[in-house]
């Protein structure tokens, strides 16, 4: 079984806070991608990376950064938290189309 | 997540039933059309997909139908249990400058199984 584990499945912040949050793959995927999740606007995609120190910005990349050193590991990074960040986070880690998604980080920044 | 099915279409089923949930896409050079299945708490966990040139795939107590020409996608459960009771996605596949495919999501159906 494809397993995809996040570091924290809650964290509170406060604003201006940087953040870190963890992903991790265990199924040697190339491909890693970073979702924020938000009532009545489905998933959303931050940041995807293709590859190892490889990354694409996707539809809302702005307010985050990310960072892939090793294959299996895919960092999301809000340099400057702020309360409109608040949301759901999921890691998804895939070959081809197929993608697998970890539990999720709910953060809330007050 | 808990919150994820706040302002979403709700769909009721009685159990037994069947179950057709819809969605619609927008990009007609898609070549993947997946179904995910989201529970309280949990991330989403895939379903069943079809590729572009098909326009049926069945698994296990699930069908997805796909009508490209009016660019629709359709999930069917069979004898619909409780432990369907979930949020379903669709998603269809985009190219990138990279070669990646990547996903645009549907903003989801809630699906309520009564008893």
């Known amino acids: 079984d494809v397993k995809v584990t996040q570091s924290s499945r809650y964290l509170v912040k406060r604003t201006g806070e940087k953040v870190f949050l963890e992903c991790v793959q265990d199924?040697?995927?190339?491909?890693m991608f970073w979702y924020r999740q938000d009532p009545g606007l489905g998933l959303r995609l931050i940041y995807f990376s293709y590859d190892v120190k490889m990354k694409e910005k996707g539809d809302i990349p702005e307010g985050y950064s990310v960072s892939r050193e090793k294959k299996e590991r895919f960092s999301l990074i809000l340099e400057s938290a702020s309360t409109n960040q608040t949301s759901m986070y999921l890691c998804a880690s895939g070959y081809s189309y197929e993608q697998y998604f970890g539990p999720g980080t709910r953060l809330t920044v007050t | 997540g808990e919150s994820v099915g706040l302002h979403l279409p709700t769909l009721s089923v009685q159990e037994g039933d069947n179950s057709i949930i819809n969605c619609a896409y927008s990009n007609s050079a898609s070549d993947y059309f997946i179904w995910y299945k989201q529970e309280s708490g949990k991330g989403p966990q895939f379903i069943i997909d079809i590729r572009s040139n098909m326009d049926k795939r069945q698994g296990q107590r699930v069908t997805v139908l796909l009508n490209k020409t009016v660019k629709h996608l359709s999930l069917q459960i069979a004898a619909t249990q409780p432990g369907d009771s979930a949020v379903y996605f669709c998603?269809?596949?985009?190219?990138?400058?990279?070669?990646?495919?990547?996903?645009?999501f549907g903003t989801g159906t809630r699906l309520k199984v009564l008893a």
């Open positions: 998603a269809e596949t985009q190219g990138s400058t990279s070669g990646t495919y990547k996903y645009i």
């Open positions: 199924m040697d995927h190339e491909n």
